[in-house]
């Protein structure tokens, strides 16, 4: 009967194989994936909340560019990834131990490149905004050249809530 408290707390996890340790090893497990489960949707809803989010800028952007406020603020994102100025974990300035992308654990160092265009665990904000799960590089090159700001506004707007809210969570 345990089995059944187990697959419900699981079935959100795309695999059973915790489920199967839990059943190997007994209850030591259970709160370890009850979290595990928690920490998933917890991810989910946050993740959906941002790519939901009707945002406000869009409109404004889209609408009429007069204010300057909004002006200054889309400047300021796209000369801030142009210019590599995010405070991504790749930075000259840093020992190269903490280069790495601490969200994918692909082991690949986390430049804008990587940010912008690759990280598989930003894929569905690149999707939603950028019309696909990864750029290539002359594709990413376009971009922040200009091909559509509006575009890479967005996307870096939810992503950067995303990764900020896995970093300050969890720590990763
Ligand atoms: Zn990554």
Redesign the pocket.
């Known amino acids: 009967m345990s089995n059944n408290r187990a697959l419900r707390s699981g079935d959100r996890l795309e695999n059973g194989s915790l489920i199967n340790l839990q059943a190997l090893t007994g209850e030591s497990l259970l709160e370890k994936e009850r979290r595990l489960s928690e920490m998933i949707l917890q991810l989910q809803m946050v993740r959906d909340q941002l790519l939901n989010q009707q945002q406000l800028h869009t409109k404004v952007h889209r609408g009429n560019r007069n204010s300057f406020d909004e002006m200054k603020c889309l400047v300021g994102v796209i000369f801030k990834l142009r210019g590599q100025l995010l405070n991504l974990n790749f930075n000259v300035a840093r020992d190269e131990a903490v280069h790495l ?6 082991f ?1 160092v ?1 430049d804008t490149f ?2 912008v265009s ?5 894929s569905e904000f690149r999707v939603r905004w950028l019309g696909k799960k990864a750029l290539s590089e002359s594709e990413c090159i376009e971009y922040l050249n200009g091909s559509d700001w509006d575009k890479l506004y967005n996307y870096h707007m939810r992503a950067w809530k995303y990764r900020s809210f896995l970093i300050q969570e969890y720590n990763t």
Do not use: G, I, K, T
């Open positions: 992308c601490s969200m994918c654990n692909q690949a986390e990587h940010y690759v990280c598989p665990v930003l």
